[in-house]
């Protein structure tokens, strides 16, 4: 749903091959009846809503609601598919795996080519046999919790990484109280990047972790990933007009 | 820019998204609600087809 006009929207449509509705609010009267009307945008772009998506249920109802601070920030298909909706997708880009300590890792991006803007979600996957467990937070001193990192790039934004639920895990003499995850545990990074003409980049992912089972524990481990992503040009810059 | 409660706009989330009809592509009206015929749906609310 935009401001735009039907002709324009049919020539969108068009171009880009567009299947699904494109709705016209010219005059932007449902922008603002809903209440997302832009009110800091001033001529000539007056009239744009804040850029947002709703989820809704199959009765209509308002499952969620996603809004980006920057029109430049956009989630991607398979962002919106796994992240808004819960629905894994069935294609993301190169996966890339490694194992150690029997615990296999393995790491993809959720898809293989970027465009300036784009936030795409960086999934790393541990498969941790039974009988062994790796650390969550919180964490008492000196043990060594699960983390994910990925290596500095410039003009390309990790936002913080997403941890699933830990079980809680005592062993028998210590007070303290651990958190733990078992068998398979996806941390999930969302990434946007907002670089031009960067060509393919190799990510460097690092994930650390120690496993244990209930009565030793493993050497902390660290290893790297590096996951190729490659670059998606832009389809055109048009500058703002009424 | 001044910052927005992002939260608070719109319909909130359960509560159910009002009726639109507007026009789509051919010129003729889309009910929202209509159209989605029972199914779940994502309404999106993007800057411009233009620029």
Known sequence: MSYDGVEALRGFGAKYGISYPLLSDEGSAVIRALGLLNEQAAEPIMGIPHPGTFVLNADGSVRSKHFYPSYRERDTGVGVLEHLLGVEAAVHGAIRDASVESV???????????????????????????????????IPDGYHPLEVELEPIERVLPGPPRFPETKPFRIDGLDEAFHVYEGKVRVQVPVTFMLVDGGTLD??????????????????????????????????RPQPRA | MTDVDF????????????GVILPGVDGRPVDLHADRAGRPALVVFYRSARW
């Open chain 2, 7 to 18: 939260a608070s706009l719109g319909p909130a989330v359960g509560e159910p998204f009002p």
């Open chain 1, 203 to 236: 990510a460097g992912v690092r994930v650390s972790f120690q496993a244990c089972t209930t009565t030793e524990c493993l050497a902390p481990q660290s290893l790297r990933l590096v996951l190729p992503i490659a670059e998606q040009p832009l389809v055109e």
């Open chain 1, 104 to 138: 296999a890792v393995s790491a993809w991006f959720d898809k293989d080519s970027y465009a300036w803007g784009q936030r795409i979600w960086l999934t790393v996957e541990l498969d941790i046999p039974a009988g062994l467990h790796v650390y969550g937070r919180p």
